[in-house]
């Protein structure tokens, strides 16, 4: 499985960003797909997750009602819209998949990460 995150960027708190992930060499409706994200000097962490069929959804407390996660099985691509952005957000983003129904705490497939800098 390949995943290609766009969409990062600088963004003054209080804004927005829609981070995307395009996968491939998997059937992707049958991926559970995710975000992880690793700020400076901490340790990665879990941010969102979204089941096959897109009717569970998961998010970690901090983000819960500013992120949005969804997905578009026809475009094989998942989203993150991030609103009323923190300069605690400030990390590189890692889209994450995994060949099971609901995503892992340790997801199989990582891509390569994008830098999303939220500044005060």
């Known amino acids: 499985v390949q995943l290609v995150e766009s969409g990062g960027g600088l963004v003054q708190a209080g804004g927005s960003l829609r981070l995307s992930c395009a996968a491939s060499?998997?059937?992707?409706?049958?991926?559970?797909m995710g975000w992880f994200r690793q700020a400076p000097g901490k340790e990665r962490e879990f941010v969102a997750a979204?089941?096959?069929?897109?009717?569970?959804?998961y998010y970690t407390d901090s983000v819960k009602d500013r992120f949005t996660i969804s997905r578009d099985n026809a475009k094989n691509t998942v989203y993150l819209q991030m609103n009323n952005l923190k300069p605690v957000d400030t990390a590189v983003y890692y889209c994450?998949?995994?060949?099971?129904?609901?995503?892992?705490?340790?997801?199989?497939?990582w891509g390569q990460g994008t830098q999303v800098t939220v500044s005060s």
């Open positions: 979204i089941s096959w069929s897109a009717g569970l959804t």
């Open positions: 060499g998997h059937t992707f409706s049958r991926l559970s």
């Open positions: 994450v998949a995994e060949t099971s129904v609901v995503l892992s705490s340790d997801p199989d497939y």
